[in-house]
């Protein structure tokens, strides 16, 4: 499971310095995306411990 926050095709995905396991994770899941997506970490260590992950902080609204 991962908190993230997909906008067109940018996938935010938040990072809480854990090192080498996130850069993996981070790997995987731009590799099983289609070519035209973007996968962005996101620093979220001082949004996690002041309850509010990257999906719950961005608050957008879009039209279809």
Do not use: M, W
């Not at 990257?54 to 957008?60: D, F, N, T, V």
């Amino acid at each position: 499971f991962s908190n993230n926050l997909l906008v067109d095709h940018t996938l935010f995905l938040p990072q809480f310095g854990l090192g080498n396991v996130e850069k993996e994770f981070v790997l995987r899941i731009g590799s099983a995306l289609p070519s035209s997506y973007k996968v962005i970490p996101v620093n979220a260590r001082s949004s996690l411990t002041n309850n509010g992950a990257i999906h719950c902080r961005s608050g957008i609204v879009r039209e279809p």
